[in-house]
């Protein structure tokens, strides 16, 4: 079983940063991707950014400049820096983390944390 444990979200106003981290415990395969989704209101949940096991990163076109995905492989954890804040940024985002192995896919999602960013 595979735990996500994210934090770090909040209020903040526009123009402003925060970053969120999420911790992984349990089975967790060595091979993976990490990533960060989100889902505003009336909206359904999407991409991000995710990074791979070796580094390998990947953003949504609205987030490009501005949100920086990085991990620490030792901690299991991801973080998603996020600088130059918008209001259209607020939203709930959920850690994930991605593998496969034994020819069968794994997705473990965290529970969510708020972001708000006010104009």
């Known amino acids: 079983q595979v735990q996500l444990v994210e934090s770090g979200g909040g209020l903040v106003q526009a123009g402003g940063s925060l970053r969120l981290s999420c911790a992984a415990s349990?089975?967790?395969?060595?091979?993976?991707?990490m990533g960060w989704y989100r889902q505003a209101p009336g909206k359904e949940r999407g991409l991000v950014a995710t990074?791979?096991?070796?580094?390998?990163?990947n953003y949504a076109n609205s987030v490009k400049g501005r949100f920086t995905i990085s991990r620490d492989n030792a901690k299991n954890t991801v973080y998603l820096q996020m600088n130059s804040l918008k209001p259209e940024d607020t939203a709930d985002y959920y850690c994930?983390?991605?593998?496969?192995?034994?020819?069968?896919?794994?997705?473990?999602w965290g529970q969510g944390t708020q972001v708000t960013v006010s104009s």
């Open positions: 994930n983390v991605y593998t496969r192995a034994l020819g069968s896919d794994y997705n473990y």
């Open positions: 349990g089975s967790i395969f060595r091979l993976n991707i």
């Open positions: 990074i791979t096991s070796g580094g390998g990163t």
